[in-house]
């Protein structure tokens, strides 16, 4: 599923916004402006979009509501024309106002269509709401081993960017120790469990590289290092710790 078009009104969740129009957007799309410009606002508004979007088959039994539902409030308009008697007026007009609300909670979910344009939408939509935002990665060497296994292990399992703050360094920790290990000469472990501890600390260095063009090696206390220094130290900026986090996920 791929998000095509973004159509939002002035100041949709009152978030202050102007009416925004996006069309033809591609696999990647890059918002760039200055700090508070409203960067951080649109990817909310259009996340927002997202998750109340109907989906194609829930969109087919609103319109199917909608359509029985309007039905019967024409019914019962006829049958109170012809009604006399107080009791029955009272609450047929009750029946008609819930019917006529309910038909009106339809038709704006409905309307939530228009926002945004999906690509081959299908009935699921795993979305992530990521707004990259600069973190001070936790230590991994200040903490006691078993919380930073259990913070690279939620990093490995678990789909998204949430647990990145406390898991990314930790992750790469791990990753870097498995393969340590794997390639040991004095280690002994099963010939799958080994290749697969190299594909994947193979597949973070390659990543590495490519997005901060830095080598991902190893101090002498077990420590990985980027440009000779362990990560935390080796100075990252905002825009190479968002890199960093990305390499990870």
């Known amino acids: 599923m791929q998000i095509s078009a973004v159509r939002l009104p002035r100041n ?4 202050g916004m102007e009416r925004t129009t996006m069309d033809r957007l591609g696999s990647m799309v890059v918002l760039a402006g200055p700090n508070g410009g409203g960067k951080s606002r649109l990817l909310r508004c259009i996340y927002e979009a997202v998750k109340q979007y109907p989906l194609p088959e829930y969109q087919e039994f609103l319109r199917r509501d909608v359509f029985i539902r309007q039905d019967r409030v024409s019914a019962m308009q006829f049958k109170l024309q ?6 029955s007026l009272g609450s047929l007009k009750k029946q008609i106002n819930e019917q006529e609300r309910l ?13 945004v344009e999906l690509k081959n939408p299908r009935n699921e939509k795993p979305i992530h709401h990521y707004v990259p935002r600069p973190v001070d990665f936790a230590d991994p060497f200040m903490q006691v081993r078993h919380m930073t296994l259990a913070a690279a292990d939620q990093v490995r399992k678990e789909v998204g ?9 930790a992750y790469i920790g ?3 120790d498995r393969w340590f290990q794997a390639t040991h000469p004095q280690v002994t472990i099963p010939d799958d469990e080994k290749t697969l501890a190299v594909a994947e600390y193979q597949r973070l260095r390659d990543d590495l590289k490519k997005l901060l063009g830095a080598q991902l090696d190893r101090n002498l ?3 990985p290092t980027l440009w000779g220094r362990s990560i935390p130290k080796a100075g990252l900026s905002d825009g190479q710790r968002l890199l ?6």
């Open 174 to 176: 791990s990753v870097q």
């Open 244 to 249: 960093l986090q990305l390499a990870v996920a």
């Open 221 to 223: 206390d077990g420590a």
């Open 82 to 87: 012809e009604t006399i008697q107080e009791l």
């Open 12 to 15: 949709y969740l009152d978030l």
């Open 161 to 169: 960017f949430e647990p990145l703050e406390n898991g990314c360094l």
């Open 103 to 115: 038909i009106k909670r339809n038709e704006e979910t409905l309307a939530l269509v228009a926002l």
